[in-house]
DNA sequence: ATTGAGCGTGAGAGCGCTCTCACAATCCGT
DNA sequence: ACGGATTGTGAGAGCGCTCTCACGCTCAAT
């Protein structure tokens, strides 16, 4: 067995095919059959060979095997996501695990990115073209990424997560954000709102737009007009939120209903009405969205718009793999529904 | 230049070293050289590799390079979490940057593993021992785990991240929880707080035990003797807190302030304080733990302990590339400092 | 002039694996 | 019993790189 010295003075062994072999009293390339589930191998050799493996220990080169298969064996997970998000919220996490768990299935290694400037994603994107990783998942991209672009120019597999806003008809996974806000919005009409505004996300995300939608959508089912007024534009967060419900209550203090685009806007939003006095949700009801672990610690609890994240990205995941190994260059794209988990703030469960 | 048929019908150029050597006029060897910074190659063959590697766009492949050189330059990064705490709090994916600016500055990859049951983790732990990544950041162990044991079985380079509870003397890189706790005790008592409880995280993760030795050496700081009844543990969880605070309020309704050892504990609480009528601060003063985006949210806004976790997350990365690019064994362990976080829910700044 | 050190460069082996191809052994149908 | 198909196995090339070693050159010291 080959001593590998480790810089620390320990030694490491190191089992090899050859070692394998001889031990086995077969040709390295029986070893590799084994190894690979090849069916081209009789039975009484398959069990000596595997007994030989076991004894040694035996684990496979990767690195050895990449150079000749030209397969990594790994995918890039990027998350080019600037701070806010990425820590305000469990998505990512979520997102991970999912993908982790369907990579791992496959004995593929997931390698995390998070380019956190311009100059890092150029560098991340001149890693992934130089075609150290056999696919690549884009999380949650931004307007301007230049990433899909330059994984195209490399022809390099990928899948997008979450619609971006210049889509480019590439592989993705998203959840229905439009419909999910739609029921959002449905549930607060069914009960019994007259008026309902909406915080909105930004309008330079695939997800801010959808929502938006969803709730004009929503109206449009009930015959009734999309005002303007309703309508208020903020950044996801808590106290943008709080800003454009202060704004919403100064144009238009005859609000019943507020749907916003995300469960931190929602507190935001609900820290406000409580400060005006408005009790919810008797005087406004509010729905969030995102089913976030904030949505149950506000009180009263948040009504909001659950999405399968982890299923999310074990779709993601499928679908890469199937880009990779198969001969399918079929661009696919996937939406998974929602589902709106009804609680306190929207007046529980929906009156008859 | 090799043409590498792309499964799905487009096509990928790949440039080698011998391309390179030929296009410049030179061997294998000096373009090696030059793409490793070797000192020993003249200025003006330097420039004309140099000039080659860009005009074809060279990258060196990984794969062949870690066959000769036996490191694969990559880093095992473990999280084995079982979804509560990674769901609920930002620590990993601030974690995750930290490691993943200083790894990427190395031009190592950061390889992901999220075992989500004991059989994946077995397998994490087969995976790292195989000796595919040149070192592990272990993150957030409970207390059997069998990672560190293997790990130093196999002699695999490794740094644990936040103090597990069977302590092995291994490279360690912890926030000072213990020292965090204290100060925020401290400064329930320089508040004017008589009787001060805490709600304990699990006595099976030092995060907890050290949170609560912080509260006891704060009693004993003040030469106040530790109350059995004055300690209530729960989970690190908004119900754990919620339930732990109901405890406390009946054992010992004369408490007038409380030390959760988490945000979402003191949330909890909060809403349970709320429930039973006692105002906060000006009845019971209350203080969290970690700082998380819900100390901000909830109302009055949570006094909290600030860990730096990003650089937590930095430091463990640079321990670990110390050991696996250096010669040093040397058992290393860092303490990052806490700062405390002073708002309303403590009565806001210290009181003169 | 002669030696030796020093420096830049090239030749070539070899890392551990997969995969093609050739070959020997077995099987079938006639 | 015989040719041909089928099956299991081994030999060997080669993936792209690094690294050791030898070689030729220059230059200072003798």
């Known amino acids: 067995m080959a001593q590998l010295a480790a810089r620390n003075g320990r030694t490491r062994t190191v ?15 029986t070893v590799s059959r084994v190894v690979n589930g090849s069916p081209k191998v009789s039975p009484d050799v398959r069990r000596d060979v595997e ?39 469990p998505f990512f996490p979520r997102l991970l695990r999912g993908i982790s768990t369907a990579l791992s299935a496959r004995d593929l290694q997931l390698v995390l990115l998070m380019p956190a ?55 993705l996974v998203d959840v229905d954000n439009r419909g999910g806000a739609r029921s959002a919005v449905a549930h607060l009409i069914a009960r019994g709102c007259r008026r309902v505004a909406t915080i909105a996300g930004p309008a330079d995300m695939g997800a801010g737009v959808d929502r ?15 005002e303007d007024r309703l309508i208020e534009t903020a950044d996801f967060t808590h106290e943008g939120g709080a800003a454009a419900m202060g704004r919403l209550l100064k144009t238009s ?16 939003a609900l820290a406000v009405l409580d400060a005006a006095g408005r009790r919810v949700p008797d005087d406004v009801a509010l729905v969030g969205y995102d089913d976030s672990p904030i949505a149950s610690t506000v009180r009263p609890q948040l009504t909001s718009v659950r999405q399968p994240i982890e299923e999310m990205g074990h779709e993601m995941a499928r679908l890469l793999v199937a880009a990779v190994e198969g001969d399918d260059p079929i661009q696919r794209r996937v939406i998974l529904a929602t589902e709106l988990i009804r609680r306190a703030s929207s007046g529980g469960r929906r009156q008859p």
């Open 15 to 29: 089992t090899t095919l050859e070692e394998v072999a001889s031990r086995a009293g077969v040709s390295r390339a």
């Open 51 to 89: 007994a030989a493996i076991a004894a040694l220990g035996y684990v496979p080169n990767r690195a050895a095997r990449s150079l000749v298969t030209r397969r990594s064996g790994s995918i890039g997970v990027v998350i080019s996501e600037p701070a806010g998000r990425l820590f305000s919220d």
């Open 117 to 171: 400037s311009p100059a890092d994603t150029e560098r991340t994107a001149d890693y992934l073209a130089a075609g150290h990783v056999d696919g690549a998942l884009l999380a949650s991209l931004h307007g301007d990424d230049p990433l899909p672009d330059r994984m195209v120019r490399a022809g390099i597999p990928f899948v997008v997560g979450g619609r971006p806003l210049r889509d480019m008809g590439t592989s």
């Open 212 to 226: 938006l939608n969803g709730y004009r959508d929503a109206l449009g089912d009930a015959n009734r007009a999309v």
């Open 253 to 268: 203090p005859d609000v019943d209903g507020v749907f916003a685009a995300s469960d931190l806007m929602a507190a935001g």
